[in-house]
T-cell receptor
Framework: DVKVTQSSRYLVKRTGEKVFLECVQD?????MFWYRQDPGLGLRLIYFSYDVKMKEKGDIPEGYSVSREKKERFSLILESASTNQTSMYLC???????????FGPGTRLTVT | GESVGLHLPTLSVQEGDNSIINCAYS??????FIWYKQESGKGPQFIID?????DKRQGQRVTVLLNKTVKHLSLQIAATQPGDSAVYFC????????????FGTGTLLAVQP
């Protein structure tokens, strides 16, 4: 089975802090994604990566950056956390297109 | 945890009945479609997929129907069980340069015992 893991299930940070969310997949997938999920808005794509060291902006990249130094790991960075970044963050991976994306359990981030 | 079911359309069914969840997609060039299930506080879980060259695909207790003429997708769950209670949403794969998945906002399925 494909396994996508995220470093934290729950995280509480203060405004202005730098936040790192880590995601690891164990199926040698080439593509990885970061989404945020908010009630009524569905899943919105922040960044994605087709391969190591490659990254592309999604629909809402402002305030975020990403890093992919190894194939299995994709990190989301909040440079200076703000309260409007309080959300559920979901990482996903897939072997290519068009194939299904497998999601991690999510990190619920609260910024106070 | 906070429910992803807030503000969503809800389908309420009796245990043992069949459920039909619908989804309209927007892009006639989309070539691949997926249904996901998401339980409260968890990540979405893949249920079933279908490619645009098919109009029906069956899995275990689930069937997906694709009507390209009206850009409509449906998920049928046979003999619905309490464990099926969750938010269900569809995703379409938009081909071309980015091959991104576009997700619907979802339907909350509530199974009454």
């Amino acid at each position: 089975d494909v396994k996508v893991t995220q470093s934290s299930r729950y995280l509480v940070k203060r405004t202005g802090e730098k936040v790192f969310l880590e995601c690891v997949q164990d199926m040698d997938h080439e593509n990885m994604f970061w989404y945020r999920q908010d009630p009524g808005l569905g899943l919105r794509l922040i960044y994605f990566s087709y391969d190591v060291k490659m990254k592309e902006k999604g629909d809402i990249p402002e305030g975020y950056s990403v890093s992919r130094e190894k194939k299995e790991r994709f990190s989301l960075i909040l440079e200076s956390a703000s309260t409007n970044q309080t959300s559920m963050y979901l990482c996903a991976s897939r072997r290519g297109s068009p194939y299904e994306q497998y999601f991690g359990p999510g990190t619920r981030l609260t910024v106070t | 945890g906070e429910s992803v079911g807030l503000h969503l359309p809800t389908l309420s069914v009796q245990e043992g009945d069949n459920s039909i969840i619908n989804c309209a997609y927007s892009n006639s060039a989309s070539d691949y479609f997926i249904w996901y299930k998401q339980e409260s506080g968890k990540g979405p879980q893949f249920i079933i997929d279908i490619r645009s060259n098919m109009d029906k695909r069956q899995g275990q207790r689930v069937t997906v129907l694709l009507n390209k003429t009206v850009k409509h997708l449906s998920l049928q769950i046979a003999a619905t069980q309490p464990g099926d209670s969750a938010v269900y949403f569809c995703a379409e794969n938009r081909g071309g340069a980015t091959n991104k998945l576009i997700f619907g906002t979802g339907t909350l399925l509530a199974v009454q015992p």
